[in-house]
């Protein structure tokens, strides 16, 4: 079992609607990370969050400590953000744990 | 353009081969870290260097091997290469340890044939 699980998969959305992808993560965590993959492969950090909320531009990031769940939300979804969304979960050690990733498509 | 630099972009080699990945972190940035993404297993965490010294260790086989030079670049050696190790390969950096942003390379491609 994976110790970070995202959900969904896919997902598939038009243009203009609000997306939400989530995160769990099994035990207790330094930081939590939101990447962004590009289709042509490069990895672009997003969000680095530990607690609370934090955003950029459309994007939303939400961390609840308790029930070790993270959130990422674009707002007015625009097919340039269609890529792989992952969340990776740090820890005291250094460690990093990786989700499996949400390939998000935003069709026009 | 994140600033980390990684060489090769791609490479092509054999079965029982070894290859040298390069990376070069953001000016300033002390951590280096490296991951391995492959079709089947995702991105898993190799290693990170921390100022020259080892910090910490995930997933990395035996056959592979890290170090970081005193100008805070990093090299991946894998050897014995096998099917297995075609995967992207990502170089990232950070200022000091995990619970910084990091910022990633544009990755190697390995192709083992």
């Known amino acids: 079992k994976n110790e970070v699980e995202q959900s969904p998969q896919n997902l598939t959305a038009q243009e203009g609607e609000f997306i939400t992808i989530n995160c769990s993560y099994s035990?207790?965590?330094?930081?939590l990370h939101w990447l962004q993959q590009h289709p042509g492969g490069g990895i672009v950090s997003l969000f680095m969050l530990s607690s609370g909320k934090k955003k950029h531009g459309r994007l939303i990031a939400t961390i609840n400590i308790q029930e070790k769940h993270s959130s990422l939300h674009i707002t007015a979804s625009h097919p340039r953000d269609s890529a792989v969304y992952i969340c990776a979960a740090s820890y005291n050690n250094n460690d990093m744990r990786f989700g499996a990733g949400t390939r998000l498509t935003v069709k026009p | 353009d994140s600033g980390v630099t990684q060489t090769p972009k791609h490479l092509i080699t054999a079965t029982g081969q070894r290859v040298t990945l390069r990376c070069s972190p953001r000016?300033?940035?002390?951590?280096v870290y490296w991951y391995q993404q492959s079709l089947d297993q995702g991105l898993q965490f190799l290693i990170q260097y921390y100022n020259g010294e080892e910090r910490a260790k995930g997933n990395i086989l035996e056959r592979f091997s890290a170090q970081q030079f005193p100008d805070l670049h990093s090299e991946l050696n894998l050897s014995s290469l096998e099917l297995g190790d075609s995967a992207l390969y990502f170089c990232?950096?950070?200022?000091?340890?995990?619970?910084?942003?990091?910022?990633f390379g544009p990755g190697t491609r390995l192709t083992v044939l």
């Open positions: 035990v207790g965590i330094s930081a």
């Open positions: 000016s300033g940035d002390l951590s």
């Open positions: 990232a950096s950070s200022i000091y340890g995990a619970g910084n942003t990091q910022y």
